[in-house]
Each structure stands twice: as C-alpha cells, then as structure tokens.
C-alpha cells in the first residue's frame, strides 16, 4: 500500500507540476505491481482526480474555446481510430508516435523560434490527431501537449487548458472501465489507499510550480516529452 501511495505521489506531482505526465510515470510502475486490469482503472480514476484539482487552481486561465476546438477534432477522430484500431498494431503506432514526439521535443530545444501555428484550424487538426491516437491505442495526450507548445502557452494556461481537454476524455475512461465492469471493489480500495499519496504530491507538485519561471517550465516540458517518446520507442 505504501509503494501504490509513492507511486501516485509521483504522478501527481509530475502533472501538477508541468502539466501532464501522471500515466508516464504510474502506469509501468503499478502494471507491474498490481496487473493491467486493476491498474488502469486505478490511474484512470485517480488521474481524473488529479485533473479536476488541478483545473481548479487554474481555473481563471482556461480558455474554453481553444479546448472546444480541440476537443471537437478529438470527437471526430476517436470513431476513426476506433475502426482503424486493427489497420497498424500497437507496437508499430507506439514507434511511429515516439519517433514523432521525440523528434519534435529535440528540434524544439535546438531550435530559438518554434511555429507559432496561428491558423485557428490547428487546433481542430491536433485534436484530431490525438483523437485517432486516443481511440486506438489510449495515448492522445502528445498532439495536444506539442500544440500547447507550439502556441508557446504559460504554465497556467498550458495547465488548465489541458486538464480541462484531460477530463473529458477521462470520463469518457471511465465509463468504458464502468461498462467492462473493471470498476471493482479492489479498485476503490486502492483508490483510498491512494489518495495520501495524491494529496502529498499535488501539494508539491504546487509548490515547486509556484517558483519555475516560463521559460524553465517550456524546457521542462520539452524534456518531460523526450522521456515519452523514449518510452513509446522502447519500453511499450
């Protein structure tokens, strides 16, 4: 129990902290521990918590029309993904998505000028993307994060923003973990056992925000997306 709380004070404080990152961290950890189907719903509910505290502290940053456009590409891209599910294995599309990811991540730090993807049409087309990636194989947040740092936004915005295009997508999760009947009573216990751990680690994770300066916190998450492609190209 004190591992599942460690672990979740990790997530938390590594999403409170840049963003995003919550799943990178826990899911490794507590599939190895815990087995895939009483971790996934576990991270599924927790970082849902997780989401929703956060969105709260940055409420006054979000901007809803810029998440409705996002989220309006997700909603047509999860159908596709859904269908196309069996066109390439997950394997194949993990490789494809790192290599992806970590080739923007190193190009954004070599780089002193990022595209500044002014055109309103690309929020639709990223999350359209992360829409076809979310449907398929579960992993949509990378075309939304490479947007928000494209559109070079503060660590408020970047914040609340994402969590508010994270919670809808969470519950959506959620209610396919409820409908598959993987909402257990061994979930809600580790649920429980979990939220020490979530409280501990958002309070951090709030605390070290609180003094990264924008530009340290565009690095970080530049970094934060070099360690993701890294895992998609060799530990998934």
């Known amino acids: ?45 927790v970082v849902f918590l997780t989401e929703i505290t956060i969105f709260v502290r940055y409420r006054e940053s979000f901007d809803f029309g810029m998440v409705m456009h996002l989220l309006l590409g997700a909603i047509v ?39 500044e993807l002014a055109w309103q049409g690309w929020q639709f087309i990223f999350g359209f993307f992360s829409g076809i990636l979310s449907g398929a194989y579960n992993t949509g947040g990378p075309p939304v994060v490479i947007y928000g740092s494209c559109r070079e936004w503060s660590p408020e915005e970047f914040k609340s923003d994402l969590q508010g295009f994270f919670m809808v997508t969470g519950v959506v999760i959620i209610v396919s973990h409820a409908l598959s009947g993987n909402l257990t009573k061994e979930v809600g216990y580790y649920t429980l056992y979990a939220l ?34 890294i895992k998609l190209l060799f530990f998934s």
């Open 1 to 45: 129990m004190l591992a599942v709380a460690l672990i979740i004070f990790a997530g938390a404080f590594v999403q409170s902290s840049i963003g995003f990152g919550f799943a990178l961290i826990t899911m490794p950890l507590l599939v190895s521990m815990l087995g895939i189907r009483l971790a996934a719903p576990l991270v599924a509910i």
């Open 196 to 229: 020490p751990g979530l409280a501990a680690g958002l309070a951090a994770g709030f605390l070290l925000s609180n003094k990264i300066r924008p530009e340290l916190f565009h690095r970080l998450v530049l970094f934060a997306l070099i360690a993701l492609g």
């Open 77 to 115: 891209g999860i159908p596709i993904g859904l269908l196309t599910v069996r066109a390439i294995d997950s394997q194949t599309a993990n490789v494809i998505l790192g290599l992806i990811v970590l080739g923007y991540a190193i190009y954004a730090l070599i780089t002193p000028r990022l595209p």
